[in-house]
């Protein structure tokens, strides 16, 4: 599977931005799809995730009620709508895909994915 992210720029502060990460082909019914970013000189660290089975999501705790994961179905497409963006939420955003089924505990672990996008840069001036 590859995937391809897509929607990252320029924005200030406050301002919108809507990532997508399209998959080659098509997915699982227990597929797990994560998004994770990573700003300069610092580790990547999970931003949202969506888990097929159950129609789960997660959120971290520093973009819920501003960031929605959602999905696109016949497009093998996962979106994230990012609100009221803040410089700290500058970085490279990641997509990551899992075939498996994974616990809901462990969305947010990097292990827990096998497929990882390009990333696509965010820049939220201030």
């Known amino acids: 599977v590859q995937l391809q992210a897509s929607g990252g720029g320029l924005v200030q502060a406050g301002d919108s931005l809507r990532l997508s990460c399209a998959a080659s082909e098509r997915t699982y019914s227990n597929f797990l799809m994560g998004w994770f970013r990573q700003a300069p000189g610092k580790e990547r660290e999970f931003v949202a995730a969506?888990?097929?089975?159950?129609?789960?999501?997660d959120y971290a705790a520093s973009v819920k009620g501003r960031f929605t994961i959602s999905r696109d179905n016949a497009k093998n497409t996962v979106y994230l709508q990012m609100n009221s963006l803040k410089p700290d939420d500058a970085g490279v955003y990641f997509c990551?895909?899992?075939?498996?089924?994974?616990?809901?505990?462990?969305?947010?672990?990097?292990?827990?994915?096998?497929?990882w996008g390009q990333g696509t840069l965010v820049t939220v001036s201030s």
């Open positions: 990551a895909f899992s075939p498996r089924r994974i616990i809901l505990s462990a969305m947010r672990n990097e292990g827990s994915y096998d497929y």
């Open positions: 969506f888990r097929w089975r159950g129609d789960n999501t």
